[in-house]
């Protein structure tokens, strides 16, 4: 494989003038480069942000692995070349070329095309040339900006607001994440800090002044004005002034930035904890509004869902694609068995693998062999599965097949198929059965059209929707309860800040400068607001989390980030919103070298070890890692592996691979769409590692998905792999909800963690799971919990239908109801979350009903 000889990065130059570079600051991640064996050319992404004015953002340059001199140039259309500006930064050593265009003295910057051109750009790099591809993004700097304090704020949370994922404290942390406590002390060590600075500790120093002859005690230079200018009024003299720069007010001084600094973030948090809680209390207002007794109806997927039905009956369609399916069943297959004739119906999976229920007949004239009850069983087995897949349940075939005589066991009469040479549909009943179908369908489309694509909900769906609204209610009255006292917690903290700042200029003022060391004096023993100051920051670095020195001196450079790299500041944005629901959402317990961990990824940027999680009750521990390498070699941005046990004690394992990608729509398009994003990373990288794992993207474009395929609301930005999109994902379909494309983006959705929530709410309920029945019980062999709240206390319901396999629950604490059920046509197990948190499709035109994302039948 050709490797590139050169790096492309992201950088941030500080100028003195145009020929001198003051300082390079460098993203940590080069753009990553493949090779186009076609082209015999490299190839990367990136985007400019052309409605981000403003903004410092950074630049593209380049840099040579292996020593090159040659100067890089872009390549124009025309032919013509444009030689880019060398650099060097001369803290690393590092040589780098740049675009640079025009000298700009106002604002000390080289003008460039690059950041404000969409396209494609030819760069010559020595020996090998790079064909860049810049898509543009509608981002304001407002939005972008939005990313950067949302993700500063996030991890100040999580560090310092431990009642995330600590769920038994010895004292109560409110949930503004300042305790009484706490907000007590604050207000004291303010009061101590201003009884200092009416009289702060101070030395007499010696110092040289003027004073009046009387007055003089006289110095060296006394003598020499004497000598020189005889007599005179004043002279210079021994003298002292108060110096309050002392080492017990250098370290109040200190102590006092740091509390304004951990109170500032306090505040941050608190602010950011309002806007949440108000967002979520307005989203629940609206989704509480929005329950009735009618539903809208997307008129569009009702003419999709018609059509598919259509298609299904359609024997010229059903033959073309099944001869397609039978040919790449049979390739290379080389035929020298028996052969007879048959007709066939396959019933329905059997407990066995690979064997199935079966009718079984030689011609129209004769009677159906099949199971009678208490009498026979006929069954069908396949040597090879990739037959099975050729057979849809009910329908009428005609094979020529290497099936003889059925093996007898007692009442078993098992066929079985070695060969399959030859294939067709026949009209027969199940195909009447899908045009009646059709009928009924067409019927209720007509009639929703009368009623302008608004359905009145029947007694069950009301029922359905009531227990939904019992659980927005609750949870409406959480958040509005704890908003409030995240409130009271700003109101008594934020107008601390201004005093803070003034009691630390008024001590500069006076010429002191901070100290960390603690001096150690008998005046932190006899002076009490001294004394207090010492103790009082030790307690409040307690309270807060914060007693690691590291600790605090890293979430201080956190503070320094930046939007050099905005596709990294992406990245570390997702991973602390996959740690939100883990820890916040889901109530998963982080280890105790977790806080470490976490900014040594945001900060140091190497591939750190992982992070753990664990939640007990669940009987579940999470490892999440961030760019790992795996078997194959490749590396995605995170992986989640999940070890749990079952209900019965066996220890199973799953992994959840997650790539963040801050696409555009348009670069989402220069990838071929979602549909070419997915097929890359899951099949052509393998980061399914051979079908394995699930594999989802996680990306800001809100119109990412073009051909909407679910009529929840989510649908209109997300894909959780729940029907078929793609054309390389046919039916029968074996890879449901084991890939997709999950929008999340604060500034498109008001809830957009819930997108990731439930993404990882159906990996860890439903992803973990063989969700192929074959006549298991509905319920999951793993301990059941809330997808809504995370809660592990539930209620089992008794079920009132007649499928005595299914399993109902009510969340203890939201009241959320979950039901397990099964497929009637392929026994998929499938989950009702309620209207807002299924990851299932809805049925077009039943909306409280779901589409099986195996057959894609009706439930």
């Known amino acids: ?60 340059a380049f840099r040579y692995l292996d020593g090159g001199t040659t100067a890089p140039y872009f390549e124009k259309a025309d032919g013509a070349r444009v030689q880019l500006k060398k650099i060097k930064d001369k803290d690393s050593g590092k040589s780098w070329w740049i675009e640079a265009v025009s000298w700009k003295s106002d604002t000390k910057q080289w003008t460039r095309t690059l950041h404000r051109t969409a396209g494609a750009v030819k760069a010559g790099l020595g020996s090998q040339s790079c064909t860049i591809h810049i898509g543009s993004s509608e981002f304001t700097a407002e939005q972008l900006n939005r990313y950067l304090s949302d993700f500063k704020s996030d991890l100040w949370e999580l560090i310092l607001d431990e009642q995330s994922y600590v769920t038994a ?188 229920f079966l009718d079984i007949r030689t011609d129209n004239e004769s009677e159906w062999f099949s199971t009678q009850r208490k009498q026979r069983q006929v069954f069908i087995h396949f040597n090879d599965d990739s037959y099975a897949d050729l057979f849809e349940k009910d329908i009428e075939y005609e094979i020529t097949a290497d099936i003889f005589q059925p093996s007898i066991q007692g009442t078993k009469y098992i066929y079985t198929l070695n060969e399959l040479y030859s294939v067709k549909v026949l009209d027969d009943e199940g195909l009447n059965n899908r045009r009646d179908k059709f009928s009924e369908e067409l019927k209720k489309a007509l009639e929703l059209d009368k009623r302008d694509w608004v359905k009145k909900l029947t007694p069950k769906e009301l029922a359905e929707q009531e227990r939904e609204k019992r659980s927005v209610q609750t949870q409406l009255t959480y958040f509005q309860q704890n908003k409030a006292k995240v409130e009271l917690v700003f109101e008594q903290l934020e107008p601390k800040l201004a005093k803070f700042k003034s009691a630390i200029r008024m001590l500069e003022k006076i010429g002191v400068r901070p100290s960390p060391t603690f001096p150690n004096s008998m005046t932190f023993v006899q002076n009490p607001d001294y004394q207090a100051m010492h103790s009082g920051y030790k307690k409040v670095r307690e309270l807060t989390n914060l007693t690691d020195e590291d600790l605090l001196l890293s979430l201080e450079k956190v503070e320094n980030i930046g939007l050099v790299n905005m596709p990294l500041l992406y990245e570390r944005w997702c991973l602390l919103q996959i740690i939100k629901v883990l820890v916040q959402n889901y109530r998963y317990q982080p280890d105790d070298e977790w806080k470490r961990q976490l900014l040594n990824i945001v900060l140091s940027h190497k591939h750190s070890k992982p992070l753990n999680f664990n939640n007990e009750q669940l009987k579940r521990k999470v490892q999440l890692r961030y760019e790992p ?5 490749r590396t995605p941005d ?92 046919k039916m029968p379909r074996h890879l449901y909800h084991q890939y997709g494309a999950v929008c999340a983006n604060p500034v498109l959705r008001l809830r957009y963690l819930d997108e990731i929530q439930r993404m990882i709410g159906m990996f860890l309920q439903y992803g973990i799971e063989d969700n192929a029945l074959m006549g298991r019980p509905d319920d999951v062999e793993s301990i059941n919990f809330c997808i809504s709240c995370g809660s592990h206390e539930l209620t089992k319901r008794d079920t009132t239908t007649s499928n005595s396999r299914s399993a109902w629950y009510e969340c203890d604490t939201c009241k959320h109801f979950t039901v397990y059920n099964h497929c009637h046509s392929c026994d998929t197990r499938l989950v009702k979350n309620g209207d807002y948190w299924s990851y299932h499709s809805q049925m077009a035109m039943e909306p409280l009903n779901i589409k099986c994302p195996s057959c894609e039948s009706l439930v």
């Open 1 to 60: 494989m050709m490797l590139p000889k050169f790096e492309i990065k992201y950088i941030d130059v500080q100028w003195h003038d145009k020929n001198t570079v003051l300082k390079v600051v460098e993203s940590y991640l080069p753009l990553p480069v493949s090779y186009d064996d076609t082209q015999k050319n490299f190839n990367c992404t990136t985007t400019i942000y052309p409605k981000a004015e403003g903004i410092r953002l950074g630049q593209l």
């Open 169 to 356: 404290k010895a004292k109560k942390v409110e949930e503004g994440g300042v305790d009484e406590e706490t907000l007590k002390l604050v207000s004291n060590l303010m009061s101590h800090a201003q009884n200092i600075i009416k009289k702060p500790k101070s030395e007499l120093r010696e110092v040289q002044a003027l004073k009046p002859r009387n007055l003089v005690k006289p110095v060296n230079r006394t003598f020499m004005e004497l000598a020189t200018k005889g007599y005179s009024k004043e002279l210079t003299s021994r003298a002292t002034t108060p110096s309050f720069n002392v080492p017990e007010n250098r370290y109040v001084l200190f102590v006092l930035q740091r509390l304004h600094s951990i109170l500032k973030q306090l505040v941050t948090i608190s602010q950011s904890k309002i806007n949440r809680f108000e967002g979520m209390t307005m989203k629940l207002t609206e989704r509480l509004n929005d329950f009735s007794g009618e539903k809208s109806i997307n008129k569009d997927l009702v003419r999709k869902h018609l059509e598919q039905i259509k298609k299904t009956y359609d024997l010229e369609y059903l033959n073309s694609q099944l001869q397609e399916k039978f040919q790449a069943c049979i390739e290379s297959r080389v035929f020298n068995r028996p052969q007879y004739k048959w007709q066939i119906r396959i019933r329905g999976a059997s407990f066995t693998s690979n064997r199935y």
């Open 629 to 633: 390498l795996l078997n194959n070699g």
């Open 638 to 729: 995170f992986v989640m592996d999940v070890e749990f046990e079952t209900k019965g004690g066996i220890t199973k394992n799953k992994r959840l691979v997650m790539d963040a990608k801050f696409y555009s729509d348009e670069i989402i398009n220069m990838h071929g769409g979602i549909a070419g994003i997915v097929h890359n990373l899951y099949h052509k990288k393998d980061y399914s590692e051979g079908g394995v794992n699930a594999v989802f993207i996680l990306h800001p474009a809100k119109g990412a998905i073009d051909e909407i395929v679910s009529p929840q609301e989510w649908g209109e930005v997300s894909y959780l792999g729940e029907l078929s999109m793609f054309d390389w994902d």
